[in-house]
Nanobody, 115 residues
Framework: QVQLVESGGNLVQAGGSLRLSCAAS????????MGWYRQVPGKQRELVAT???????NYADSVKGRFTISRDSAGNTVYLQMDSLKPEDTAVYYC?????????WGQGTQVTVSS
């Protein structure tokens, strides 16, 4: 079992920055993959960025060069640094974890980017 708690969502102007945090209930080094997805009403949840236990990252094309996924040295928190935000980044952002064949989700945090 993995509990995930997100924080950091907010209202920000276009061009601004936000940092999302995801605190896991166990060391993230014991989790195969952690990441962030986002969802807007009426659309499917989409991948934003992932980070493997070995440190490999993957990003959606729409956020490459603007978003950075990272983890803290203590190994319990994953971050999503979001720069140069655009109105189309507005969504509920969900933290995600995969351990073996099991997936876990946080409750989501709202990010709103005004134009």
């Amino acid at each position: 079992q993995v509990q995930l708690v997100e924080s950091g969502g907010n209202l920000v102007q276009a061009g601004g920055s936000l940092r999302l945090s995801c605190a896991a209930s166990r060391s993230i080094f014991s989790i195969n993959v952690m990441g962030w997805y986002r969802q807007v009403p009426g659309k499917q949840r989409e991948l934003v960025a992932t980070l493997t236990a070995g440190g490999t990252t993957n990003y959606a094309d729409s956020v490459k060069g603007r978003f950075t996924i990272s983890r803290d040295s203590a190994g319990n928190t994953v971050y999503l640094q979001m720069d140069s935000l655009k109105p189309e980044d507005t969504a509920v952002y969900y933290c995600y974890a995969r351990v073996s064949v099991y997936t876990y989700w946080g409750q989501g945090t709202q990010v709103t980017v005004s134009s």
